[in-house]
């Protein structure tokens, strides 16, 4: 049974930071990339980072420079190290397994920024 558990939200002030974490309980690096997406109220659910199984990575463009995503294959967790945080990233952050023909997805952790 795999399950990805998010965790790390939280509320800070804009230029702060946060890490978000997500373990994957279940052997599924070696088939699946693991990409974080966000929700904001009323917006759709977009993409923000992604590492593929052979360690590429992929960043949305509201987040290049500033959120770096990465992988520690021992602890089988994906992280979201997320700087210079901004208003405008409030949202409920998931992460998500993509094993081409089915995926799997985390429950979410909300992470607020105020101005």
């Known amino acids: 049974q795999v399950q990805l558990v998010e965790s790390g939200g939280g509320s800070v002030q804009a230029g702060g930071s946060l890490k978000l974490s997500c373990v994957v309980h279940g052997y599924i690096f070696s088939v699946c990339g693991i990409g974080w997406h966000r929700q904001a109220p009323g917006k759709e659910r977009v993409v923000v980072a992604s590492i593929s199984t052979d360690g590429s990575t992929f960043y949305a463009e509201s987040v290049t420079g500033r959120f770096t995503i990465s992988q520690d294959n021992a602890e089988n967790a994906v992280y979201l190290e997320m700087n210079s945080l901004r208003p405008e990233d409030t949202a409920v952050y998931y992460c998500?397994?993509?094993?081409?023909?089915?995926?799997?997805w985390g429950q979410g952790t909300q992470v607020t920024i105020s101005p």
């Open positions: 998500a397994a993509d094993c081409g023909s089915y995926g799997y």
